[in-house]
Structures are given as C-alpha cells and as structure tokens.
C-alpha cells in the first residue's frame, strides 16, 4: 500500500472482523458480552458479524451457543502462512540439530511489531519444559528471542517500536529504557541474548538473531529449565547457535 492509501482510514467492517479475530487468537474463546466490552463493538453489531463469521468457519461455538472461538478456517490460513514462508523451510534443519543435540525446546521467533512470534519449534525431550505453541505473541523485550532481534536495531528505533510503560511478565523481566538499553549494549557485543526467567520463572533461553534479512526479522532459540542449566551448558548453546547463524547467513541467497 502506498502512503495515500495508509491515510485513509480502515473499512469499518473489515477492520472489526480482524479485530474479533486477533482478540479470539490472542485470549482464546468468551462470550458476546466481553467480547463486546473488550471491542467497543455494540452487541446487535458484534452478533451479526460472529453469526457470518462462524457460517464461513471462522468462528465456532461451544455447546451452548454463548461462547465464541476460532473456527477450523483460522487455522486453514495460518498453515498456508507458515507452507508458504521459505525463511522456516531455510531454518528447519538448524531447528532439528539443536533440538538432537540438546533434547531442550527450540524455536525460530519473528519480530511483529513490539512482540515476537514462535513461528516453529521444537518440543524438549524432558517432561520438565517450557510451555509455548507456535502463533504465540510475548513481548520483545521480556524474551531471548526478542532482545537478540531488538539489538539489531539502534536504540532510538527500539523505542519507538516498543509498548511504553514495558509489561513485566516475572519478577526479573527489564521493564526500564535504562536496563534495556545497557542489556541491549551487552547482546550487540556478545552476539547472543539472555532471557534468565523473564518470560517465564524457572526458565532460561539463549539467543540469537537470525541473518536472512536486515535488520534481522528472525531469531532462533533454545529454552533450558534452570534445574538442568550448567554453566557448560550455556556456552555449548552460544557456540552452538553462533555456529548455525553463520551458516545461516551464508544460505541467505538461497532465499527469494
């Protein structure tokens, strides 16, 4: 779309649809009330779009008829999305060394505006592991994932790309421009980023950016529970990881 046309403000309709459907995707199935509250979409309105919504498969009820989720349609889609990208057929055999070589959750990340996306994975072989699903949004700045792509960018850009006041998800997750900055600094000269229970208590994930495109969109990770983290551990993962981005990087023409 041109400049003009990113003016001109949204088709009403159609931008209600999306919005229902990134609040179904993002907060799972509710009922007309809260979906309207949550929407500022008048009910007699929101109950016509969820009725031709879901006659097309978009949205599903459950057994009552009162609550609303995403239909098989959405995920029609979100499987062509993920077919169609060359950038996760690229990565998938480095997805598949890590994860043999660790038996730890792997995943490839993509920046979507201030958060960052799973767009593959890999399970862990232990039954202690972290919980994730590909689609899944966090913030950028609150993940490996997301520091190792923020620090390809410069501060300034950061910021602006950021959601102020910063979500703090744990206890120990950067929540001002000052630590983000300096942990930003340390990523850019390390080449990887830390996430030690940020996200997720318990949890540390290891970083780095992806160098398919620039800046860099992507980033791929691997996720241990601290019980299992040895020091050992940790620079075995950086050594590991800088090692498939560099050969990521060489197969970048591969891509169109």
């Not at 609040?23 to 009922?31: D, I, K, N, T, V």
């Not at 779009?49 to 057994?63: I, P």
Request: charged share 25%; proline share 5%.
């Amino acid at each position: 779309m041109n400049q003009q046309g990113a003016d001109r403000p949204p088709v009403k309709s159609a931008d209600r649809t999306l919005e229902l459907l990134e609040a179904l995707a993002a907060g799972g199935p509710r009922g007309l009330v809260e979906l309207s509250r949550e929407l500022d979409i008048p009910k007699s309105s929101l109950h016509g779009l969820l009725r031709t919504m879901s006659q097309r498969g978009w949205v599903e009820t459950d057994a009552t008829g009162t609550r609303f989720g995403l239909g098989v349609r959405a995920l029609q889609v979100g499987a062509a999305y993920l077919d169609s990208d060359d950038a996760i057929g690229l990565v998938n055999a480095t997805l598949d060394a890590l994860s043999a070589r660790f038996g730890e959750t792997v995943h490839l990340g993509r920046l979507d505006g201030p958060n960052v996306v799973y767009i593959a994975k890999r399970e862990s072989a232990h039954p202690l592991r972290l919980f994730s699903a590909i689609g899944r949004r966090l913030p950028a700045h609150a993940t490996a994932l997301g520091k190792a792509l923020l620090a390809t960018r410069a501060d300034a850009e950061v910021d602006r790309l950021l959601d102020w006041p910063l979500a703090a998800l744990t206890p120990h997750t950067l929540t001002t421009p000052d630590a983000l900055h300096a942990e930003l600094a340390r990523v850019r000269e390390s080449g990887h980023a830390e996430d030690r229970e940020e996200n997720t208590e318990g949890i540390m994930c290891l970083a780095v950016a992806v160098p398919l495109r620039t800046p860099a969109v992507d980033a791929i990770s691997v996720s241990v529970p601290l019980a299992r983290l040895r020091d050992t551990t940790v620079a075995e993962i950086v050594t590991d990881l800088h090692r498939h981005a560099t050969q990521l990087r060489a197969a970048a023409h591969l891509l169109p």
